[in-house]
DNA sequence: GCTTGACCTGGAGTGGGCTCCAAGTCTTAG
DNA sequence: CTAAGACTTGGAGCCCACTCCAGGTCAAGC
């Protein structure tokens, strides 16, 4: 069992020394092992728990939800309902984020070619001004 | 030529007037015509000036962003190509971002199909835990 | 022992886009 | 004229996830 200290840690992981301690005060990470002169020790399951972190994230989870997943983590057969709503909850926001990008992307995408294409005016602006790429006038 | 209060542009355009204020404050808008006493009387260019901004938002641009396409709008036949390089830079940032956003939700939907199927274990959890959505063993 | 670099702490600052507040002024209906 | 409600200002606070800082301590090589 081998003990790294935090600068291993961040070479290992691509997180900073702060974000570690930042975690560790916000309680994401449980206090971390000491040096007698106070300095961190990381053990295994920290790092565990530091992958565990840095996956979720990258899946669109906040810090608030993934203290939830943590605790989930720890007796997942109980906790299965409320990790399906969590996820099903993210999936959703995630899924309507894709629309509306997928739509500014078209439109933009439209105007941008338009542009290319047009010697006169500037369909972005105008497109910007008007709205034309959405049907209803408002 | 209707001057509107402020709290008629709040009601017409959906923002608050804290919103106008801050925009006029950080120079999104001209300083806005005063009655004698000192309140705001919107002109219809500011209202057109807003709307802009309200779409451009949704389109992704930052107040940042919108400020310059503000000035560009003032003179777009001269502005075009940096017009032009803004939304082609933009819509690049959208595309990485409806990708990541794409991946993201194949990955988490699995995971919520499994977790629907399976009865023992978490998928979700440990799906978090060794991403195994991804072929790269990381 | 000394130096150097890694590490410690508590707390402040960042950015983007607002949002809220207090204390005061203006406008308008009755 | 009065009262109510709309509006004014400058400035502080918020959210999130860090990031930076000063001033000090620890660890390790020579």
Redesign the interface.
């Known amino acids: 069992m081998k003990l790294l200290r935090i600068g291993e840690v961040t070479q290992q992981l691509q997180l900073s020394a702060d974000t570690l301690r930042y975690y560790e005060k916000i309680g994401l990470l449980p206090r971390v092992a000491r040096t007698e002169g106070g300095q961190r020790l990381f053990e295994p399951q920290d790092l565990s728990r530091l992958r565990?972190i840095q996956?979720?994230q990258?899946?669109?989870f906040s810090l608030d939800e993934i203290a939830h997943?943590l605790d989930?983590?720890a007796a997942?057969?109980q906790?299965?309902p409320q990790?399906?709503r969590l996820?099903?909850e993210?999936?959703a926001l995630?899924?309507q984020?894709?629309q509306d990008?997928?739509h500014?992307?078209n439109?933009?995408?439209l105007?941008?070619n338009l542009?290319?294409q047009n010697a006169?005016?500037?369909p972005?602006?105008?497109g910007?001004?008007g709205?034309e790429g959405d049907t209803r006038a408002s």
Do not use: N, S, W, Y
Request: hydrophobic residues 45%.
């Open positions: 565990f996956r979720a990258k899946m669109g997943l989930f983590r997942p057969q906790a299965k990790i399906r996820a099903t993210k999936l995630i899924e984020h894709v990008l997928t500014l992307r439109e933009l995408t105007l941008v542009c290319t006169d005016g500037c972005i602006i105008e910007i001004e709205k």
